[in-house]
């Protein structure tokens, strides 16, 4: 028998709408839906695929959960049994689409599954999609980078990106917060873009302001040119 192959689907960050019409054909093609959570009410990315692809409500769906971690063993484990979970439906000859908020290619969590599913010698293949960064400079009215400008996309826990010049893109809050106290460069920023509880930052967050995973500022540039 044929075996299935592995699609990493991007999302998008939250507006439905953002989906690319190649997301929404492959997720309509998947014999199986693959999700990073227990459940489907606990998944942002199935909560944003299912409005634009509505036939997702009658599909099979493979819980792949992904625990919030930096335990190297905890995470060695849930993506072995990822993998092993992917990879029993693919010898079944079932196509799998992993959906992945944001880009699969921006710290996607599908990919613990994908390359090692790669690496076995099965066929997978990636579907791009709107970065939450370019969506957040869309929503904010602003160029993302302009002219020479250089840009670079940093996880808050690296303070190096202090030193850069050019735009930065700060993600993935540490403990909630992001270290943007006494920066004097044009600070705005985006939390839960294209979603029913966006919040917009036009300066950054307020001393000790905790704020949410899909949260991230952009740092310098010209907010409007």
Known sequence: MKTGKLYGVSVGPGDPELMTLKAVRIIKEADVIAIP?????????YGIAVKA?????????LPVPMPMTRDAGRLKEAHERGVKAVTELLDNGLDVAFITIGDVGVYSSCQYICQPVKKLGYEVGFISGVPSFCAAAARLGRPLVSGNDSLHVIPSADDDWKKLGGVKVIMKPSAGAFGLEGISENVSGVENCGRENERIFTGAPKPGERLGYYSLFIVGGEENQ
Do not use: D, F, L, Y
């Open 37 to 45: 959570a227990e459940s489907r009410e606990k998944c942002a990315a």
């Open 53 to 61: 692809v509505p036939e997702m409500e009658k599909k099979k769906i």
